[in-house]
């Protein structure tokens, strides 16, 4: 079984019991284990860590996007944090029995899960990226978006 380690950066670090629901979701999905929630009330960010395989990661991924897009409304944000969504980052690393081109079309394939899903556009950086300078992601990140917000669906409500 190949374990792959994926590192989900969302954009709520004060609301303990929204930043709960959300590794609900993941821990909802089974092959998916949730190995840590770390939040920073400053940067108003957290990091949700979990580790699988490719198939249940990205069933955990989509299932973390709807709940966070559900409970996180960047018209009203703040934090010391660029963000560029209610999840910013999401990105996959090889543990074991995986090879980093297995995460790089994990992440392409999440990406377009999500863009289909979710938004109108979504963007892939690092290795996953086709564009040389969204593989320099460290240096380019955290230039702020005003109009994110705006481009992403909401859920449908029952």
């Known amino acids: 079984m190949a374990i792959i380690e994926c590192v989900p950066n969302i954009s709520e670090g004060r609301r303990a019991g929204v930043v709960s629901s959300i590794a609900d979701a993941v821990r909802r999905v089974t092959g998916a284990r949730l190995l840590d929630v770390s939040s920073d009330a400053s940067h108003n960010r957290s990091v949700i860590t979990m580790a699988g395989d490719a198939a249940p990661l990205k069933t955990a991924v989509l299932a973390l996007f709807d709940a966070a897009i559900a409970a996180i409304d960047l018209r009203t944000h703040t934090g010391e944090h660029p ?74 409500r029952p």
Request: proline residues 8%.
């Open 83 to 156: 963000r560029l969504g209610a999840v910013d980052v999401v990105p996959f690393v090889p543990i074991e029995g995986v090879t980093m081109e297995a995460c790089v079309a994990l992440a392409k394939d999440t990406a377009q899960a999500v863009a289909e899903r979710f938004v109108k556009t979504s963007k892939t950086s690092g290795e996953a990226s086709s564009r040389g300078w969204r593989q320099r992601w460290p240096a380019t990140a955290g230039r702020p978006t005003t109009d994110r917000h705006r481009r992403i669906r909401p859920p449908a």
